[in-house]
């Protein structure tokens, strides 16, 4: 009965032995993807009351400011359209016709570490109102496109 406890026991050490001498390896891969974090500010661009025929009307709550805080790659953004009256062809950003312009928020790493931080960009809306816009609150929206770099 010893030399049966024994043998089993032996057995049970050279199967452990041999499992660890057939074990395998796997590769593993993963791709990080862009991670885009933005805030536009303010939520609305109020121009409050202007008269018609008016030019270079200021906001009257400020710039317009981009903040990438917390994205990982650098983050380009272009006012792709703008809709409603007279904002379509009367908004100005920085003096100068709102569509199409961008900004670039580049990802600055600092020493080793990989996260990223960024300047705040800022952008100054004015408003040029043609003579003959009728008297009423106008709305209107400005689209932008939000892109990192192309892998």
Do not use: F, H, R, W
């Given at each position: 009965m010893k030399k049966l406890l024994v043998s089993l026991a032996l057995l049970g050490i050279l199967m452990f032995v041999v499992h660890g001498a057939f074990a395998e390896?796997?590769?593993?891969?993963?791709?990080?993807g862009?991670?885009?974090h933005l805030v536009i500010s303010p939520t609305t661009v109020n121009f409050g009351s202007v008269s018609p025929g008016t030019s270079n009307?200021?906001?009257t709550n400020g710039n317009i400011t981009f903040d990438a805080t917390n994205s990982n790659v650098?983050?380009?953004?272009t006012v792709a359209s703008i809709t409603g009256f007279p904002f379509?062809?009367?908004?100005?950003?920085?003096?100068?016709?709102?569509?199409?312009q961008d900004w670039t928020?580049?990802?600055?790493?600092?020493g080793e570490s990989d996260v990223c931080t960024y300047t705040m960009q800022s952008t100054v809306p004015t408003l040029n109102?043609?003579?003959?816009?009728?008297?009423?609150?106008?709305?209107?929206?400005?689209?932008?496109?939000?892109?990192?770099?192309t892998p």
């Open positions: 390896t796997q590769g593993v891969t993963v791709t990080i862009q991670d885009i009307n200021p906001s650098d983050v380009t953004i379509q062809t009367g908004l100005m950003l920085d003096g100068a016709s709102a569509t199409g928020l580049p990802c600055v790493k600092e109102v043609p003579i003959a816009a009728a008297q009423a609150t106008q709305n209107g929206v400005i689209t932008y496109t939000v892109s990192g770099p």
